[in-house]
């Protein structure tokens, strides 16, 4: 990762097809539960208006994503996205640990997510970061193959503003 150069920015409208783009590639992973496409540029604009996203850029695009949004005493994120083929680089915990410290610094005492219960390596993946499952929902985001539902994850907010700013800066 030494070598792979990257600059975290608030996305705008303007980015919304990049976007979209980058999320289907990620979500791709999903086909084996779900039909179509995760979003569209339209939806990713309107949510660059209700809420964030935060990017990592690489060279001349997009190389990760990730959707936040101030909910009640606390903020959700979702739409956690990382390029195929940078994946496995630290990309995706360097995002969360930036949008948990944005988080903390608008006063939210704790992040929520949620997760579909076909991807059970998410659930791990999820709790190596310190979220744990608080309770389910009916999934009815996309037509299914198969049954399935999500999981919502929450984690309690405190002390990760000086570790996420090490990593946005490349310090970890």
């Not at 779900?34 to 060279?59: I, K, N």
């Not at 970061?129 to 984690?155: D, I, N, W």
């Amino acid at each position: 990762m030494d070598n792979l150069a990257i600059s975290v920015r608030r996305a705008t409208p303007d980015d919304a097809v990049a976007l979209a783009t980058l999320i289907n590639r990620a979500y791709d992973i999903e086909q084996f539960f779900v039909d179509g496409d995760r979003t569209d540029p339209t939806e990713v604009a309107e949510l660059t208006r209700s809420g964030a996203f935060l990017v990592l850029e690489h060279g001349q695009g997009l190389a990760a994503a990730i959707y936040l949004e101030r909910r009640g005493d606390g903020a959700y994120f979702g739409m956690l996205s990382v390029d195929p083929a940078l994946q496995g680089m630290g990309l995706g915990t360097r995002l969360v640990r930036i949008a948990e410290a944005m988080a903390e610094a608008m006063g939210a005492t704790h992040m929520t997510l949620r997760i579909v219960n076909l991807r059970e390596e998410l659930e791990r993946w999820y709790k190596g970061l310190g979220y744990r499952p608080v309770g389910t929902s009916p999934y009815v985001a996309r037509p299914v193959k198969q049954p399935c539902h999500f999981v919502e994850m929450h984690k309690n907010l405190g002390g990760v503003l000086t570790s996420a700013a090490g990593l946005a800066l490349g310090a970890a």
